[in-house]
């Protein structure tokens, strides 16, 4: 059987720089969970995420219930993670976390819809498109 590749996402930043990666705390297969603030509805609190493209494990979101629009957050300076756009989902906005610490380029969206699973990994010509046609 042939071995199979995946995406980790090792450095990720808020748009202040911030880096998400969490060293501390929940790990997944032995990587670092990436990690946001998640605020709304009575939540207010660290979720951290699979590192792994198309992983959708995570840690630290009891309470925060499905359907639901939440605001997603640096933890460490609160400052809202941009929208990229709209989610496929209807309802959703996609949130970008940058994978470069300055500049345009690679990002992660993740959708604010508790549940959504259509985030996705964005390359710099992908991100380049959706602010040409906003």
């Known amino acids: 059987m042939?071995?199979?590749a995946f995406i980790v996402i090792t450095q990720a930043y808020c748009p202040n720089g911030h880096d998400l990666v969490a060293y501390e705390g929940d790990r997944f297969d032995g990587f670092p969970g990436v990690t946001v603030k998640v605020v709304g509805h009575g939540v207010d609190q660290l979720?951290?995420?699979s590192p792994m493209h198309g992983d959708d494990r995570k840690s630290g979101d009891d309470g925060i219930e499905a359907g639901k629009q939440y605001e997603l957050r640096c933890p460490e300076c609160g400052v809202d993670l941009p929208t990229f756009g709209a989610c496929d989902c209807g309802s959703g906005r996609l949130r970008s976390i940058s994978l470069m610490r300055e500049g345009?380029?690679?990002i992660v969206a993740l959708c604010d819809l508790a549940g959504c699973r259509r985030s996705r990994?964005?390359?710099g010509l992908e991100t380049l498109a959706a602010?040409?046609?906003d």
């Open 47 to 49: 979720v951290h995420l």
């Open 2 to 4: 042939a071995d199979r």
């Open 104 to 106: 345009v380029g690679e």
């Open 131 to 133: 602010f040409i046609d």
């Open 121 to 123: 990994v964005c390359d």
